[in-house]
């Protein structure tokens, strides 16, 4: 095969395929454990808060405030289960997602790995969690060291957990094709590469250390659509050969409904709606989710189909430093009622006893309202009939 | 080799974009695939096609031979035929000079440029010897305000708390002094605490000021870099490589040296190739006012001071020091400026 045939192939944005190489990295690794663990949650998140302090000079004053990014929201996430985290910008998706990978430190709560509490480990004994939750990054022209080459940035993993000593670049070029880039490619540095090649660079670097769960922050955001497509595909195959878990932040629902199993609405902070894909998307309880589903565009319309009536929110998120008492989207809400100023509606199934939590036959589905919309079958036939 | 598409384990990943065949190749060409450019090698590349920089570099380098093959240069002028003696930067020779001073010989065989009034020391030897403590205080002084300043930015800028706070009033408290001022000041403080009670020759003493002045100037000389470095350090430490590299559990040291600083390699050589001429300047300034280098050393600073009333009379004193001293420090500015384009990418021509 030519040069230009393996470029062609692996070399850029052409093709999720990645060769054989894909089949060594189930390769048994002695100590770690693999397989569905379905007992155990790989990752349980309970009550997690992260307020960032700040003052600011008012003219003589000097004020302390908090801006409350994470204010007390709690999931799980079960081997090769993916969760999606949507939202506006500012409701603290990245924040979350750089609490679990623990490059912050939570105010409160607390962060179990596979049952162990990693919320206020030192950085020392952070390195075993480190090989175990990696992390994907937005945006692929500021998430690799511009003054290194590709061989750098993928054994620097290798190099720090001491995985495949001496044969350290044999495995890198296995990651570039397992990533479908040309591993002819280990010495070139990141400027050289286009954006969808670089954002693969950064899928490499996270598999290096054979991880279990991948938090990936807005990982196509950046990217061109056609690209963006061809990234998620890798990302899906990539989780369905290595059995790993996700957390898949992003404000594209449409990329979410693809990837995710479950998915929870984040809004300032807190989880407004959480449950399995299928419920969020098809019966969302909660207002916000309603309002977010239906801003979203319709390929019914580009059918043809006329669209529903979708919902405006008026005004502007409100400012985290300060939220609305009660429900904290009350004030964009048209349900909003007096109740929802005084108490915060709990998290809870809106159909069946509170007791059950939601795990009700059809999965899990909670919701943050006090007037969630719930439809009985029925209801639902008929309005959408 | 075998063909990646029939071994593919993934081939049902099958949606929108996967329907189009593979696009071209979008990735630059090389002629070698394996090759790749480091942005140092790439800003040296572009160094390597500015006349302007190639031209200061060889102006700059025959000072540097000037100051090493300064004995040498001298020895070449012969024997003085009038006392019998090699040319030397130092020795007085009362044979050479008139009752009132005035030289003796001209431009000659045996002195280049002729012999100072009054003292009757050979003016080539001293204007070869003179390139030497020029380019040294300019590139001792350069190298450790850059390791200061460097140091000191990095531990700031990427521990931050109170310990950027103590180094930030430090830079700012220093920044405030006025430098002039307080090196006039403080040059023969110095040189009394280190040298006073001892009986020392004036040679010693003058080396003494030499050291003294290269600390002064690098006391007052390292705080611009901190500031700058521990800028680009607070702001590339929010960069997403480095919070990859935490997320891998890469140590902090690590994470600050490969990682961090070689992202500041080109505003360190740009700051540190501004610095020399500065100081070299500095050094000429402090020696004109006389809180610089002293006799004997040979200073281009000094002879400048020394010759000014009587320029008219004796241009071979003043003008190769002043045409020297211009030269070099012109050229290190101008070589500084072509290094700054180099390193920037938006000055691409």
Not at chain 1, 209 to 218: G, R
Request: proline share 7%.
């Amino acid at each position: 095969m030519t040069q230009q045939q393996i470029d062609q192939q692996t070399g850029d944005e052409g093709t999720d395929r990645t060769g054989a190489a894909a089949v060594p990295q189930t390769a048994p690794e002695t100590s770690r454990k693999s397989g569905q663990e379905t007992g155990q949650p790989l990752l349980k998140v309970t009550d997690l808060q992260r307020y960032f302090p700040f003052r600011e000079v008012q003219g003589l004053k000097m004020v302390r405030a908090t801006v409350k990014a994470v204010d007390g929201i709690s999931f799980t996430v079960r081997q090769g289960q993916t969760l999606g985290l949507v939202g506006e910008s500012g409701c603290g998706k990245s924040t979350t997602s750089r609490l679990i990978t623990r490059l912050d430190t939570p105010t409160a709560g607390t962060i179990e790995f596979q049952g162990r509490d990693i919320t206020h480990l030192k950085e020392s004994e952070l390195r075993e969690i480190r090989r175990d939750v990696q992390m994907i990054f937005q945006d692929p022209y500021s998430s690799l060291n511009p003054r290194h080459t590709v061989g750098t940035i993928l054994s620097t993993p290798l190099k720090v957990h001491g995985l495949h000593q001496g044969k350290e670049k044999a495995r890198v070029q296995e990651l570039l094709e397992l990533v479908g880039l040309n591993p002819e490619h280990i010495n070139r540095y990141p400027s050289e590469f286009s954006g969808g090649q670089r954002q693969r660079i950064g899928i490499a670097r996270a598999l290096a250390v054979e991880p279990k769960l991948i938090i990936a922050d807005e990982p196509v955001s950046a990217l061109d659509v056609s690209i963006q497509a061809q990234v998620m595909n890798l990302l899906a195959k990539l989780r369905d050969e290595l059995d790993l878990a996700f957390i898949f932040v992003a404000h594209d629902l449409g990329v979410v409904r693809h990837f995710c199993d479950q998915v929870a609405v984040m809004y300032l902070g807190k989880i407004v709606e959480y449950g399995d894909k299928k419920k969020i998307y098809e019966a969302p309880e909660h207002p916000y989710t309603q309002a977010l589903l239906s801003a979203a565009p319709d390929i019914n319309v580009a059918r043809g189909i006329a669209p529903k009536e979708r919902i405006r929110l008026v005004g502007d998120v409100p400012s985290p430093i300060d939220p609305p008492s009660g429900c904290r989207f009350r004030t964009r809400c048209w349900k909003a009622q007096d109740i929802c100023a005084q108490q915060e509606p709990p998290l809870l199934s809106a159909q069946a006893d509170e007791s059950l939590r939601g795990k009700r036959e059809g999965g899990l589905h909670l919701q943050a309202c006090h007037f969630p919309e719930v439809k009985t079958d029925l209801v639902a036939e008929v309005e959408s009939a | 080799m075998e063909n990646p598409l029939n071994a593919m384990p993934g081939a049902a990943f099958e949606i929108e974009a996967e329907a189009t065949p593979p696009p071209a190749v979008v990735a630059p060409e090389h002629k070698d695939v394996r090759t790749g450019r480091s942005p140092g090698q790439v800003a040296w590349d572009r160094l390597k096609k500015d006349k302007v920089a190639i031209v200061c570099a060889v102006i700059i380098l025959f000072f540097i031979l000037v100051a090493i093959f300064a004995p040498l240069l001298t020895a070449l002028q012969g024997t003085d035929p009038t006392t019998g003696l090699p040319a030397s930067p130092d020795r007085t020779n009362t044979d050479l000079v008139d009752i009132d001073g005035n030289p003796l010989v001209g431009m000659s065989p045996h002195h280049w440029l002729g012999v100072e009034p009054r003292l009757g020391r050979d003016l080539f030897a001293r204007w070869a010897y003179g390139a030497r403590p020029s380019l040294i205080i300019g590139f001792v002084a350069a190298a450790a305000s850059t390791i200061i300043g460097v140091t000191l930015g990095l531990l700031g800028g990427y521990v931050g708390g109170a310990v950027d706070r103590v180094i930030s009033w430090v830079v700012d408290f220093f920044l405030s002094l006025p430098l002039l001022l307080l090196v006039l000041a403080i040059v023969p403080i110095v040189q009394l605490r280190i040298a006073g009670g001892n009986d020392l020759t004036a040679e010693e003493l003058s080396t003494i000021r030499f050291w003294v002045i290269i600390a002064v100037l690098v006391a007052f000389g390292w705080m611009g870099l901190a500031r700058l470095v521990r800028g680009e350090v607070k702001s590339l430490r929010e960069r997403e490589f480095v919070q990859a590299a935490r997320a891998i559990g890469v140590p902090t040291h690590q994470v600050l040296f490969k990682e961090v600083l070689p992202n500041l390699v080109g505003p360190i050589i740009v700051s540190a190739s501004i610095a020399v001429p500065a100081y070299i300047t500095f050094e000429a300034t402090l020696s004109y006012l006389g809180a610089g280098l002293v006799e004997p050393t040979a200073s281009w600073g000094r002879t400048i001071s020394d010759a000014q009333n009587s320029f008219a009379i004796y241009p071979l004193w003043l003008w190769p020091s002043v045409i020297a001293l211009s030269a070099l420090v012109l050229a290190l500015s101008l070589l500084g400026d072509s290094i700054r384009d180099a390193f920037d990418p938006t000055s691409r021509r």
